[in-house]
């Protein structure tokens, strides 16, 4: 058997053998990366679009709840253009626990602005005002010549990031800051797009878009009005 000579040899002699092992590791762990932040980026624009396209409920008159405990469940009466026609807050939960009072206050604004539904943000306290909206309902089925009235759970993430915001300022300038969330969780059922599009992206939902995929990766895509990518 011939023996290579040092001076034919790809490998210098003086170069160990696993020396590339480090490149060769930089350069999987670097498509392994890319790969990921593409999969996070379209399964963040599949989820946000399914946000976006929610099927409205035009025409509804809603009461909506952004709960509480300590500091009460905000209440914002909505007519079917989604316009403010009135606001209170209550206070059915620990450690205030008027429930009574809650109810009757509720059943007034339903019973004067012909509400047909009651939306509840999904945040704190959210289940036990699903309890309080049931009761109203079912309180308010015996009455015979009662509309119809229903509940729906929303998606209340980024509420709080609107409400504080100068859009939600220069919208309802009249409006006490927690009121605004309250508004826009009724408004969220009205119609989807047109309220979610306020709100960055990665504050509607219970998912974030990692840091480093947004900078290059991220945009609003006219299709979607502020979805992301082309996904």
Excluded at 65 to 93: E, L, Q
Excluded at 184 to 201: H, M, N, T, Y
Excluded at 217 to 223: K, S
């Amino acid at each position: 058997m011939i023996q290579p000579s040092s001076s034919n040899s790809i490998w210098p002699s003086t170069m160990p053998p696993n020396a590339c092992l480090p490149a060769i590791e930089r350069d999987v762990r670097r498509w392994l990366t890319e790969k990921a932040e593409a999969h996070a980026i379209h399964t963040f624009a599949l989820n946000l679009r399914g946000l976006l396209t929610q099927p409205p409920l035009a025409g509804q008159t809603i009461l909506a709840i952004d709960p509480a405990y300590r500091t009460g469940c905000k209440i914002a009466v909505i007519d079917g253009t989604g316009k403010v026609v009135a606001t209170t807050a209550v206070y059915p939960h620990q450690p205030q626990k008027k429930w009574a009072e809650a109810i009757k206050t509720l059943e007034t604004l339903i019973i004067q602005h012909q509400v047909t539904l009651i939306t509840i943000g999904n945040g704190t306290a959210s289940r036990e005002t699903e309890q309080l909206a049931a009761e109203i309902i079912g309180r308010h089925a015996q009455t015979s010549s009662a509309v119809p009235l229903y509940y729906l759970m929303v998606n209340e993430a980024g509420a709080s990031v609107y409400s504080a915001s100068e859009l939600a300022r220069a919208e309802l300038p009249d409006l006490d800051v927690t009121l605004r969330g309250a508004v826009s969780i009724g408004r969220r059922a009205q119609d989807p797009l047109a309220e979610l599009v306020k709100i960055d992206a990665n504050a509607i939902g219970r998912w974030s878009l990692p840091a480093r995929c947004r900078p290059k990766d991220a945009r609003p895509h006219p299709r979607w009005g502020g979805g992301i990518g082309g996904q």
